[in-house]
């Protein structure tokens, strides 16, 4: 069964830094490609950060040089590291792994709120 559990959320000030955390299970978690996804309150989802299994990595324009994906295969984790934090920023936070063609699943959501 696969499972992907997000965290690291939290409220943090503008211009602050969080890290989010997906732990995956049920998956070969090594082989595959891991994507962060943000929804904001009456926004559709939309794509944050990709990183392959090779470590190739890919960002939204609006998150570029400020967000930071990465993982661990040993602990079958991938992480948003982010930084310089903005109220539009705010959102909560879903990591995806597309197993093939409409086999896709998501992680709970973790809620990152950036205020002062």
């Known amino acids: 069964q696969v499972q992907l559990v997000e965290s690291g959320g939290g409220l943090v000030q503008p211009g602050g830094s969080l890290r989010l955390s997906c732990a995956a299970s049920g998956i070969i978690f090594s082989t595959n490609v891991m994507g962060w996804y943000r929804q904001a309150p009456g926004k559709q989802r939309e794509w944050v950060a990709t990183?392959?299994?090779?470590?190739?990595?890919n960002y939204a324009d609006s998150v570029k040089v400020r967000f930071t994906i990465f993982r661990d295969n040993a602990k079958n984790t991938v992480y948003l590291q982010m930084n310089s934090l903005k109220p539009d920023d705010t959102a909560v936070y879903y990591c995806k792994v597309p197993l093939g063609p409409g086999n896709v699943y998501w992680g709970q959501g973790t809620q990152v709120t950036v205020s002062s």
């Open positions: 990183i392959t299994s090779g470590g190739f990595t």
